[in-house]
């Protein structure tokens, strides 16, 4: 399953709802069936990435964004994976 898109408005951050909304993800994804659920963040997003890895994501590779914009700026994109084989 691939993770595409995931936000809370900001006057709403601090609340636990990303948390809610990222377990509610992996046990839609589990009950399907699905192997893993996998996600990009940009390098930027640092309270994304550390909610990933609170939930068990893992990062699974980084690369620059495949742009002219992308290699001039350095916009580094990170794929984090859960692997929900053999989780509960």
């Not at 009950?31 to 994304?48: D, I, K």
């Amino acid at each position: 399953l691939a993770l595409k898109r995931m936000s809370v408005r900001k006057d709403y951050r601090g609340l636990g709802i990303a948390t809610a909304l990222g377990r509610t993800v992996l046990a839609f994804a589990r009950q399907r069936g699905c192997r893993a659920v996998v996600l990009n963040t940009l390098m930027l997003q640092h309270e994304a990435r550390a909610l990933y890895e609170r939930l068990g994501f893992r990062r699974h590779r980084r690369y620059v964004l495949p742009t002219a914009y992308g290699r001039l700026a350095n916009c580094t994109i990170t794929t984090y994976r859960y692997d929900l084989s053999g989780a509960p």
